[in-house]
DNA sequence: CAAAACTTTACGGGAAACCGTAAGGTTTTG
DNA sequence: CAAAACCTTACGGTTTCCCGTAAAGTTTTG
């Protein structure tokens, strides 16, 4: 079994959770970190160690307080430590349950395992941490659809940004001067309302205000 | 201090960390509830006993799933407890810090503890535990302008309810035929043009997309 | 009870959003 | 490489939103 775990999440309550699970596991050497920051440094701390953390557990979200950090969420902090620690094993440990966050960070940043939070958020952590020590990766039986090949009818990152700045207060015609700004196309006023138009028919959304209330609701900004 | 405490939350992980702490300070009787229902069942039970629950700590938002429920937050079944068991001490612990919800359930409800789940929570809960115990109400401390008289420049609930028909998708002229419908006013188009012009003001909002992406993040509706 | 203060409603003009059509580019495909 | 398919842009017309002003109605106040 994993000799030595990192668990991260701002919430105290959620650490001693997960903690006592980490025990119950018979792991011995198990610390907790209440920011992305102070998990990065132990890790790295430790990489050099005859025994670094060869587990590490985080949330997603932080809540940003009084202190600066360099990673302010958990998903910034995987991608760099996935980077530098391809071998690390990660397993997330989150609420959120998007499978376009699910699939990012399973597919692309090769996570090890992703389990939501929710009643059986313990039992479910347990059977991830047995699964990925046996180099199989793990995610919560309700994500198991956003790792399916056939569920790509994605949302583009365009689309994403573009509600994004009109959820900001932008108009049409200020987002259209933004984005030719930044020399991103499609920039003109025309292909803006054209895809907003595109979004509101596939999220069935009356009016642009309807849209941008919908997609909050769904998290996608 | 307290004998026999109740931990409400639908997060196995949360009740876990929360048990922790109750059983810090020496308090023997702890159980848990993942379910509104179950809390309310196992509180009702024992009243009727010589020891019953003196102490209850809850969550507010518990994740609906196939299992129906009659509460379906920590609020509603507060209101209820309280009226029925006015001497039960309830401590809300909760990541949701809006000063309205706080007011309302310490001030209307008499509610005994009202603490924010973050990093500092199981301290804090902690301190709402003694508190609590010595007939004092406790509110975590970013919450205590709540409760501070002055800060009343509420909004309406006509103001909430004008934006969460926008937010559905009705044009300023559909929302104006509905109160029409319900007899309610003011309704006319003017007035609500007027309404919203004073909200998008108030919120500092560009124009009505930008004032329902705001309300929404400050989850007034 | 009448003046003052406020709220609600009406209306008109300009701005932005919405919608369809069409022209000009780019990519795909046989 | 040319036809087809697709994407981007332009433009005009209609609806809705935004904003100011003013009239009508209601409440407050001396």
Same mark, same amino acid.
């Given at each position: 079994m994993?000799k030595?775990?990192l668990?991260?999440d701002?919430?105290?309550?959620?650490?001693?959770g997960v903690l006592?699970v980490?025990?119950?596991l018979k792991i011995?050497h198990?610390e907790?970190?209440?920011?992305? #920051?102070d998990?990065?440094l %132990?890790?790295? @701390?430790t990489q050099?160690d005859?025994?670094?953390?060869? !587990?590490f =557990?985080? #949330?997603l979200?932080f809540? %940003?307080?009084? @202190?600066?950090?360099?990673?302010t969420?958990g998903?910034e !902090?995987? =991608?760099a430590?996935?980077?530098?620690?391809?071998?690390l094993?990660?397993i997330?440990?989150s609420v959120?349950?998007r !499978?376009?966050k699910?699939r990012?960070?399973?597919?692309v940043h090769?996570?090890?395992g992703?389990?939501?939070?929710?009643?059986?958020?313990l039992v479910e952590?347990?059977?991830?941490?047995h699964a990925?020590?046996?180099?199989e990766?793990?995610?919560?039986p309700?994500?198991k659809?956003?790792?399916s090949?056939?569920?790509d009818?994605e949302?583009e990152d365009f689309d994403?940004l573009l509600i994004?700045?009109?959820s900001?207060?932008?108009?049409?015609?200020e987002?259209?001067?933004?984005?030719k700004?930044?020399?991103?196309?499609?920039?003109?006023l025309?292909?803006?309302?054209k895809?907003l138009n595109?979004?509101?028919i596939?999220?069935k959304?009356?009016?642009?205000?309807h849209?941008?209330?919908i997609?909050?609701?769904l998290?996608?900004?």
């Amino acid at each position: 079994m994993f000799k030595k775990v990192l668990v991260s999440d701002d919430l105290g309550c959620t650490n001693e959770g997960v903690l006592s699970v980490i025990k119950s596991l018979k792991i011995k050497h198990a610390e907790q970190a209440q920011y992305c #920051d102070d998990a990065c440094l %132990k890790i790295k @701390r430790t990489q050099l160690d005859l025994d670094p953390f060869d !587990l590490f =557990i985080t #949330d997603l979200s932080f809540v %940003k307080d009084h @202190r600066e950090q360099k990673y302010t969420s958990g998903k910034e !902090l995987i =991608i760099a430590l996935k980077k530098e620690y391809p071998h690390l094993k990660i397993i997330v440990y989150s609420v959120d349950d998007r !499978l376009q966050k699910v699939r990012f960070l399973m597919n692309v940043h090769q996570t090890n395992g992703y389990v939501c939070k929710g009643r059986q958020g313990l039992v479910e952590l347990e059977n991830a941490i047995h699964a990925v020590y046996k180099n199989e990766i793990y995610v919560s039986p309700q994500l198991k659809p956003a790792l399916s090949p056939k569920n790509d009818l994605e949302i583009e990152d365009f689309d994403i940004l573009l509600i994004k700045l009109l959820s900001n207060g932008l108009s049409q015609e200020e987002i259209s001067a933004h984005f030719k700004n930044e020399n991103r196309s499609p920039n003109s006023l025309s292909s803006i309302e054209k895809r907003l138009n595109k979004l509101r028919i596939q999220f069935k959304a009356n009016n642009a205000i309807h849209l941008v209330a919908i997609v909050k609701d769904l998290g996608l900004i």
